[in-house]
């Protein structure tokens, strides 16, 4: 029995959410769905019900979007049509089954795209710049986007909220907004993909209007117990992109958080430990600013994690990789047994 991890293991209620350990399981793309429908099938239900069964305090699905234009990988799940959120059914009730919590992280990946992918229409963007690079699982370079109009925007807002409802709809305890890695939400919050010159544009105070607008939309439909945002610099596109003032971005992020209501946030980085200003991490800095509940994420094994929690930097611990490699993680970490290597290659029935 592994004496040294005990932070871990303890239970937590954040929001709506009363866990039984402070870990979660990351989303991670994982391109399970049929491809024509985005129905969830039943490999994702065992796949979901394991991770449950080990005891994970919070299960964050995989990308789940909220149109066919909101579409940037084969394979990805929906959570727009009657048939999708049937399937997503299946996924609540064996997690809940198991004595689980499960919610679904909703997403448009905007400029991220191709038309061939995005029901036959330009991906959409806050200005008509491509992103650098191919679409993953589909090898063809990034469209250029089409700006959206306000109206545009009007209507993906309402999409946003009608996935919130959907989830609830289809059993999920809450919902992740996916703000995050360079995607559609993080398109108008860069400098780099919004050049727009009305009010979704400007500043960074001003471009995380939109950001702002979503969040008051899922807050209203679910409530601000049952929301969590995720928030990067990362971009899937721009690997090493870095605020210029990380420390000054992170504060006009958090005042925008404020502005909404929103309680709980997963600032997302791929190296936890990893300082990015005045020797301070991304999660150092935005808990000097941020007195809610933090999800951490970013390469974790179970020593990082439990000294992060120990310090009070993050509230839980998000597992990616790992937890692809080994259903049962908690388990074997608990008993201090060697973990599975993720390989990227191995085959999926090895995955569930």
Do not use: C
């Amino acid at each position: 029995m592994n004496q040294l991890l005990t932070k871990i293991f303890e239970p937590v209620t954040i929001g709506a959410w009363n866990l039984r350990t402070r870990t979660a399981m990351a989303p991670m793309t994982r391109s399970f769905a049929e491809n024509e429908t985005g129905v969830v099938n039943d490999l994702i239900v065992e796949y979901y019900r394991k991770r449950a069964q080990d005891g994970i305090g919070l299960i964050i699905t995989e990308g789940v979007v909220i149109s066919p234009r909101a579409k940037g990988n084969p394979g990805v799940p929906g959570l727009y049509t009657q048939e999708q959120i049937d399937g997503w059914k299946k996924v609540t009730e064996a997690v809940h089954a198991e004595g689980g919590t499960i919610i679904a992280q909703i997403w448009h990946v905007g400029r991220a795209s191709h038309h061939e992918i995005a029901g036959g229409l330009p991906p959409q963007a806050p200005s008509p710049i491509a992103a650098e690079g191919k679409v993953s699982r589909f090898g063809k370079p990034f469209d250029v986007p089409e700006e959206m109009t306000e109206n545009d925007i009007a209507q993906v807002v309402n999409q946003y909220k009608q996935a919130a409802r959907n989830a609830i709809e289809a059993g999920f305890d809450g919902v992740e907004i996916h703000g995050a890695h360079g995607y559609l939400i993080d398109q108008f919050n860069s400098d780099t993909s919004n050049k727009r010159t009305d009010r979704y544009g400007g500043d960074l105070k001003e471009r995380l209007t939109f950001m702002k607008e979503v969040l008051n939309a899922i807050i209203d439909e679910v409530g601000a117990d049952r929301t969590l945002i995720r928030f990067s610099a990362f971009k899937i596109d721009q690997p090493t992109y870095m605020w210029e003032d990380p420390e000054e971005a992170i504060k006009i992020f958090i005042e925008a958080f404020k502005e909404t209501g929103v309680k709980m946030i997963h600032p997302s980085t791929m190296e936890f430990t990893k300082p990015i200003a005045k020797g301070a991490t991304l999660h150092e800095l935005v808990r000097r600013h941020w007195d809610g509940v933090i999800v951490g994420v970013g390469g974790f094994d179970p020593k990082t994690a439990e000294a992060a929690l120990e310090r009070g930097i993050i509230d839980v611990a998000a597992i990616g990789r790992p937890l692809i490699a080994n259903p049962d993680y908690l388990k074997k970490i608990k008993q201090d047994e060697e973990l599975v290597e993720y390989e990227a290659k191995q085959h999926l029935a090895q995955l569930v």
